[in-house]
């Protein structure tokens, strides 16, 4: 009976907590080892189906997005807030949700692992897939991103039924959808040559064609390997997006504004985080979420009101200062969050934190191909802490950051606290993901944050 093995694995989850050892994903590991198909079991249950979030890049914040929207049209969601995204999260999330004969929801929004895609859609079989985007990211655990690419083809291809919601300006997502049956996709993008960059960053991914190996000819470059394209063979180009936005302000590590498209309709959206990876993140969410029936006045709304996600260019007050902080963990992502900071006016002080734990990748060489060079000259402190902190400053010097304005200082708490008493004004740690949860944990810890999670 799956109701006994959902009270088993409730009740292993509980007495994990009260241990002190968390309980994310625990309960649904147990519950999938007595019921391998749990997942599909459970998601039968949501009236409403489920909707699936992918991305190397900003699927906790995508999901955060199209969550604030769906519960502007009275959705009551399943939701793996945590961001525990591997089949273990989703199965927790379920168990938790799940009652006697049915589920205390309504439709069901998951985040799900780049490299688990393929085995919790065939579970979910959901509504509507988002891929946002595919970056080179912890080469020692995925590969290379054509082994991405073509898992995630091989899950597309195995569901029909699923509509998909994918960024035109990434070829190796927007191929995904090209013998699709009319109808079936939604792409979405950036229309606005405003904010593109002079040249392809050299950590640049994805510079080939798919179909034939010639290299892309852009005609404008976004972030990394985004942009407008097209391949000199013509065996592909850039799909026009149904979803998109021009008129783009970035304002900095605050904010940023943009003019939403959604096909005729068109509204003026400010958004409350940073950096034009996050208007990618809102048009991913937006498009998503149409895809789902919500109107453009839910969508703005929904946008304008979404919180920083767990981490993610979320700001608070400790030690009398403002601490931001912007996670990194691969050269896009870095080059992103380096690209906004060098917008903010004056000199930074910077708390920055990188480690080597499995969850951030065993190498990271990747830190010779973020481009530091963009705030060499904008900072006035870098506190360097984490396992390879001492690795962090040799790149730092190397981008041209003067010696002396560089510290280093492995053990975290003490990083922090160095960065702390060296200034008055505002911290902008930028930390790996393990480096970011333990940091958050200290903020917990000090009362300066809200709530922890184990992944």
């Excluded at 994903?25 to 019921?35: A, H, I």
């Excluded at 004969?101 to 979910?124: M, N, P, S, T, Y």
């Excluded at 109808?183 to 510079?207: C, E, I, N, P």
């Excluded at 996600?309 to 979320?314: L, M």
């Amino acid at each position: 009976m799956l109701g006994a093995k959902i009270a088993v694995a409730r009740a292993a989850g509980a007495l994990s907590r009260r241990s002190g050892r968390g309980a994310t994903s625990l309960p649904g590991k147990l519950l999938m080892r007595m019921e391998p198909s749990a997942i599909e079991r459970l998601a039968r249950r949501l009236p409403q189906g489920s909707a699936v979030i992918s991305a190397t890049n900003g699927k906790t914040t995508t999901a955060a997005m199209a969550a604030a929207i769906l519960e502007r049209t009275g959705t009551r969601l399943v939701h793996n807030r945590a961001g525990a995204n591997m089949a273990g999260g989703v199965a927790s999330v379920l168990l938790g949700a799940a009652r006697a004969d049915g589920i205390d929801g309504d439709a069901g929004l998951f985040e799900v692992d780049e490299f688990w895609l393929d085995r919790v859609v065939a579970q979910l079989r959901p509504r509507a897939l988002l891929l946002a985007n595919l970056f080179r990211d912890q080469l020692d655990r995925y590969g290379e991103l054509e082994t991405i690419a073509d898992r995630w083809a091989a899950t597309v291809a195995a569901a029909p039924a699923t509509q998909l919601v994918l960024n035109a300006d990434d070829p190796l997502v927007a191929d995904l959808g090209r013998d699709s049956p009319a109808g079936r996709v939604t792409y979405f993008g950036v229309q606005d040559d405003a904010v593109a960059l002079h040249g392809m960053a050299h950590a640049s991914d994805s510079k080939h064609c798919r179909r034939c190996g010639a290299p892309y000819v852009y005609d404008a470059i976004y972030m990394g390997h985004l942009g407008r394209y097209h391949c000199p063979n013509g065996d592909s180009r850039r799909p026009q997006p149904d979803v998109w936005a021009d008129a783009v302000t970035l304002d900095g590590t605050r904010g940023a504004r943009f003019v939403l498209h959604l096909g005729d309709e068109h509204a003026a959206v400010s958004l409350p985080l940073p950096g034009l990876y996050n208007v990618y993140n809102a048009l991913g969410a937006a498009a998503l979420t149409r895809a789902l029936g919500a109107s453009l006045r839910q969508i703005v709304d929904g946008l304008e009101a979404t919180q920083a996600a767990f981490g993610r260019a979320e700001t608070v007050s400790v030690g009398g200062r403002e601490l931001a902080i912007l996670l990194v963990k691969n050269p896009a992502g870095a080059n992103e969050v380096l690209r906004t900071l060098a917008l903010d006016a004056g000199e930074h002080d910077v708390l920055a934190v990188l480690n080597d734990n499995t969850a951030d990748g065993r190498d990271v060489s990747w830190v010779w191909d973020a481009d530091f060079e963009v705030i060499a000259d904008r900072v006035r402190r870098v506190t360097c802490s984490g396992t390879r902190a001492a690795e962090l400053a040799l790149r730092l010097k190397y981008a041209g950051v003067a010696p002396e304005r560089l510290r280093v200082v492995p053990a975290l708490e003490r990083g922090l606290d160095a960065a702390l008493e060296d200034g008055d004004g505002r911290l902008v740690a930028i930390p790996t993901y393990t480096a970011m949860l333990a940091l958050r944990a200290l903020l917990v810890a000090r009362g300066a944050a809200q709530g922890s999670f184990a992944p």
